[in-house]
């Protein structure tokens, strides 16, 4: 397969932005570095907050930011754009119907990737914008999957580390992440996706068991092999 070249849609946020980046690099077979993947890091740190736009749309849209930034990647000589928000997706039919080159789903992916796993019932730790979409329900059904949401209180709960802590560049205690774990699996979850980049950082500092689904890993893996690539061992 001819090798192509990545675009990434980055700054949303930042930091799971650069833990794409690095998981690309580290989940990529490669023994030089002109083995490893060529991509492009566009850290847009202008496109507006997605689920501040999705519960309320006087708020300012992302979807014109997110598609100027993927053509850029385009003109720039991506041949395939990545976009690590999962939140994002909800503007993902617009984005790729304006995008001048295919855009990957993480979301859907990863309910691939949990139907691979022989989930049955399966956790979405989330932001409320994406919650509110039905962006991972609808993609966990289509799979067979049951999907099984926080209750209100758990939600704010997660909210509070995805703003509070991880985009505030705080680190959240193991302490603090148990009773969100606890939660899921006493409500009969055999795998917890961690539908928001963010989480994807928390999964990074604490190390977080097999149960877990970590949508910014099936990305990265579903770049590396989509570009051309193939995956550590």
């Known amino acids: 397969m001819e090798k192509k070249?990545?675009?990434?849609?980055?700054?949303?946020?930042p930091l799971a932005t650069?833990?794409?980046?690095?998981?690309?690099?580290?989940?990529?077979?490669?023994?030089?570095?002109?083995e490893h993947m060529h991509f492009i890091i566009d850290n847009?740190?202008?496109?507006?907050?997605r689920t501040a736009y999705i519960l309320d749309h006087s708020k300012p849209n992302p979807l014109p930011v997110m598609v100027e930034d993927a053509n850029k990647l385009a003109d720039a000589g991506a041949d395939?754009?990545?976009?690590?928000?999962?939140?994002?997706?909800?503007?993902?039919?617009?984005?790729?119907?304006?995008?001048?080159?295919?855009?990957?789903?993480?979301?859907r992916e990863?309910?691939?990737?949990?139907?691979q796993l022989n989930a049955n019932r399966v956790g979405v730790l989330a932001t409320i914008g994406t919650l509110t979409s039905n962006l991972y329900q609808e993609a966990l059904m289509d799979e067979g999957i049951e999907p099984v949401i926080p209750d209100e209180v758990m939600q704010q709960d997660i909210m509070t580390v995805i703003y509070d802590y991880v985009k505030a560049g705080k680190k959240?205690?193991?302490?603090?992440?148990?009773?969100?774990?606890?939660?899921?699996?006493?409500?009969?979850?055999?795998?917890?996706i961690l539908g928001c980049t963010e989480l994807s950082v928390v999964n990074r500092e604490l190390s977080l068991d097999d149960s877990y689904i970590?949508?910014?890993?099936v990305l990265a893996d579903c770049a590396i092999t989509s570009c051309g690539y193939e995956l550590l061992d």
């Not at 070249?5 to 946020?13: A, D, N, T």
């Not at 650069?18 to 023994?31: H, Y």
């Not at 754009?81 to 617009?94: G, L, M």
Request: hydrophobic residues 45%; proline residues 4%; neutral net charge.
């Open 5 to 13: 070249v990545l675009g990434i849609i980055g700054g949303v946020g």
């Open 18 to 34: 650069m833990l794409l980046g690095e998981s690309i690099v580290r989940r990529t077979k490669a023994f030089s570095d002109q």
């Open 44 to 49: 847009d740190t202008r496109i507006p907050d």
């Open 80 to 107: 395939m754009i990545v976009i690590p928000c999962n939140t994002a997706h909800n503007f993902y039919d617009d984005l790729q119907s304006n995008s001048k080159v295919p855009v990957l789903h993480m979301i």
């Open 110 to 115: 990863t309910a691939k990737k949990a139907r």
């Open 172 to 192: 959240i205690t193991s302490a603090q992440w148990q009773p969100i774990e606890a939660a899921m699996k006493n409500a009969g979850c055999d795998h917890i």
């Open 214 to 217: 970590d949508a910014l890993i």
